[in-house]
């Protein structure tokens, strides 16, 4: 299988199975995408006849000449190639996967190994995001519940349970992963630091090592907070959407004043005692702001070479989709173009000395991730677990709240084996949309969260992300494309 397309002047042809990517001419380009008349037994003069038609000044032997090409590439297994995890993965689902019954409990038993958590250390909230889907019950405008309200917020005997529970379960895996997420997070920022010394204590005794992430608001980002993620923390991802009209449109303080030039100072801080590394600026663009491209340039103009700009996703339960800052299929065309936009400036400004990473345009083609993730995913749900200020465990962030999903607790482990089991046969091929879809291999079957919300089913699919997703990865290899040309 093939994916061909045409993009800021570059003819791309991917090949599925293999990952190999052709830049070809017209000629070579209209040959591929007819070269099925072959494959289908068809005559090899019903294909040189249909290009000759199309290009005026070449000779048969011209495209005989590409045909033999294209076949060379094929006895290389680059172009046209099988699929050979496909045989080795389960075609259709073995079990039904969790729909809005709810699931049947069962041993206490893990069937994965974990590998990171996100700790939910605090439910609380010092903003009013418009666009949340957490619906923290410290969001309630006035910030009376920022701290008041002790079960919002993780005591430190359920994170040492949580590092417990994630060093025994890990198994043989070396590299550990905690997010500290919320809510926000430093709202609870001793219990955060108390839970990452104990985790250093536990690597002293052992080979296995953690990586701590921090996401935050950024509005109590401190010296002591700059301090203690400099030496202790992998990764901070600090919430910025843009322009200071896009930023505060959405991400507003309890008195429902913008938060901009309350947080901007602070996160410029915060980067730059990081020297540039280890961060994220972390926005999301919703209906209100469809030149999100301007909102990501204005940030990359502040200095910020890692981006990441998300479009804002439906709640669950579907309330949100005749919200005005949602996005519909009608809208596509126009983000289509955006990110048109975007690749062609983060070109631009490479070659001029003042590039920048955009998250969704991080394409690795030498390497990239294990086969493993390329099938499953993110390991929501088995190598990826959520756990709430009370030590609860839910498959992942987005799921928590829903009884449906709750998988476990900190103290007794999963015990919802069922539940697990689910997610462990949730894969590219259980998805009858992703087993012929062109960008499987990229995109591992897309947000089990999302699909859920879109479609009740999480071996659904959220066609409005998938599109997105798509336009993304063709903007992706056409970059690295043009690089190579």
């Known amino acids: 299988m093939i994916h061909c397309y045409k993009l800021c002047g570059y003819n791309v042809v991917l090949d599925i199975a293999s990952g190999a990517i052709h830049c070809v001419d017209d000629v070579a380009y209209d040959v591929i995408r007819g070269y099925e008349l072959v494959l289908d037994g068809k005559d090899r003069s019903v294909l040189v006849n249909r290009v000759l038609e199309n290009h005026k000044g070449i000779t048969e032997a011209d495209v005989l000449e590409v045909i033999s090409d294209i076949e060379t590439l094929i006895s290389q297994r680059k172009l046209f190639s099988s699929d050979s995890f496909l045989s080795s993965t389960s075609q259709t689902p073995t079990a039904t996967p969790p729909t ?58 359920t994170g040492k349970r949580a590092i417990d529970f994630l060093f025994k379960k890990s198994g043989d895996k070396t590299n550990l992963d905690v997010d500290f997420f919320g809510g926000e997070p430093l709202l609870n920022w001793e219990v955060v630091k108390e839970i990452v010394r104990y985790a250093r204590g536990l690597e002293r005794q052992s080979k296995k090592k953690f990586r701590f992430t921090l996401t935050t608001n950024g509005l109590l980002i401190d010296d002591d907070v700059i301090s203690f993620t400099n030496n202790q923390m992998h990764n901070v991802v600090l919430s910025l959407d843009g322009r200071i009209e896009t930023h505060d449109a959405m991400r507003k303080l309890p008195d429902g004043n913008g938060s901009f030039r309350a947080v901007a100072d602070n996160i410029k801080k915060l980067v730059d005692a990081r020297r540039g590394k280890g961060y994220y600026i972390r926005g999301t663009f919703t209906r209100e702001n469809m030149d999100f491209v301007n909102d990501i340039l204005f940030l990359a103009n502040l200095g910020y070479k890692e981006i990441s700009l998300e479009p804002v996703v439906e709640k669950a339960g579907h309330e949100s989709r005749e919200s005005p800052i949602c996005f519909s299929k009608v809208d596509l065309p126009a ?22 990473n955009f998250y969704h345009y991080n394409l690795d083609l030498t390497g990239g991730p294990c086969v493993h993730k390329r099938i499953a995913g993110c390991g929501v749900g088995t190598e990826y677990l959520a756990v709430t200020p009370s030590g609860e465990l839910y498959p992942c962030h987005q799921f928590i709240g829903d009884t449906k999903f709750l998988i476990g607790d900190v103290w007794q482990g999963v015990t919802n084996t069922t539940l697990q089991g689910s997610f462990v046969r949730s894969n590219i091929f259980t998805r009858s ?36 997703f798509k336009k993304r990865i063709e903007c992706a290899i056409m970059m690295k494309v043009a690089k190579e040309t």
């Open 335 to 356: 983000l289509f173009e955006q990110y048109e936009v975007l690749a062609v400036e983060m070109l631009r400004r490479e070659k001029i000395g003042v590039g920048f």
């Open 433 to 468: 949309e992703c087993r012929e879809c062109w960008v499987r291999f990229y995109c591992s079957g897309g947000c089990a969260a999302n699909a859920y919300n879109d479609t009740g089913n999480i071996n659904g699919i959220y066609e409005f992300g998938c599109e997105l």
């Open 100 to 157: 809005t019954q709810t699931p049947t409990q069962t041993s206490s038993t893990s069937i994965t190994r974990v590998k990171a958590l996100c700790l939910n250390v605090s439910h609380a909230c010092n903003m009013s995001c418009a666009y949340c889907f957490a619906s923290c019950q410290g969001c309630q405008g006035d910030g009376s519940t920022d701290r008041e309200t002790p079960s919002l917020l993780m005591n430190f005997e």
